[in-house]
């Protein structure tokens, strides 16, 4: 008779990689700008602070999950039953760069979602947009090479799981603490409400162990076609970082 949670087991099941504790970092924010601000601003400034928002953002917190329950007790017990589901906002938060690109932007974004000197608001479609929440981890089983040139190649990082949240926009911009005290680095907290979300794995299949024998190379161009996709094709991607 097997004994339980035998160390060897746990050792095995790590090794795979697949099972493997994810770590906490690594993630990627995709975000979208809403179609108010693509007809206020420039398209080069939009890319560019779109791209900042990825590389500045420190820390993110996911959405929870929860149902809505009713009660009825007519006599006895109690029982509870499922009335629909309901989900938390999210939280990014940004490092301040010195020219305050992050706040000006969400800041514009909150003026032209419900402007404060005319006491207006815009249309729904207007100001909410999609964002995603990428996790990467290391160690694909499969090595990446850069060209055809490239003899060796590496394994690269991945997109194991992706939170995308539908109809998004921000509706809280967090204070900012300024003192005489010891110098450190300025955040910002940003919350999100959003309509739902959806969570999907990406390529489970090529975070199985394997040994480098038996490990394929690749070019970039090669991924798209020749390695195995997954249930959400739009964020299937690998990085050499």
Same mark, same amino acid.
């Given at each position: 008779m097997g004994s339980p949670n035998r160390f060897n087991t746990f050792r095995d099941l790590v090794a795979t990689n697949a099972l493997a504790p994810v770590t906490s970092n690594l993630f990627q924010i995709i975000m979208n700008p809403p179609p108010i601000l693509w007809a206020t601003e420039k398209e080069n400034n939009l890319r560019n602070t779109f791209s900042n928002i990825n590389y500045f953002a420190s820390t993110v917190t996911t959405p929870s999950r929860a149902l809505t329950t009713g009660e009825v007790n007519n006599f006895g017990m109690m029982r509870r039953f499922v009335t629909g589901q309901t989900n938390s906002e999210i939280t990014i938060s940004f490092l301040v760069t010195k020219d305050m690109q992050h706040r000006a932007f969400f800041e514009h974004w909150l003026n032209m979602a419900a402007s404060d000197s005319d006491n207006t608001v815009a249309f729904y479609d207007d100001y909410v947009s999609d964002i995603q929440i990428v996790k990467w981890e290391h160690g694909a089983n499969f090595k990446l090479k850069r060209d055809r040139k490239d003899k060796h190649g590496l394994n690269p990082m991945q997109a194991t799981g992706v939170w995308k949240m539908f109809?998004?926009?921000? %509706?809280?911009?967090? =204070?900012?603490?300024?003192?005489?005290?010891?110098?450190?680095?300025?955040?910002m907290d940003i919350q999100?409400?959003?309509?739902?979300?959806?969570?999907?794995? %990406?390529?489970?299949? =090529?975070?199985?162990?394997?040994r480098l024998s038996r490990q394929n190379s690749f070019t970039f161009d090669e991924v798209r076609t020749r390695v195995k996709g997954s249930g959400n094709p739009d964020v299937q991607r690998y990085s050499l970082g």
């Open positions: 109809g998004a926009f921000p %509706v809280n911009i967090s =204070t900012m603490n300024f003192d005489n005290e010891q110098t450190g680095l300025l955040q999100f409400y959003f309509e739902r979300y959806r969570f999907d794995q %990406v390529s489970p299949a =090529t975070l199985k162990a394997k």
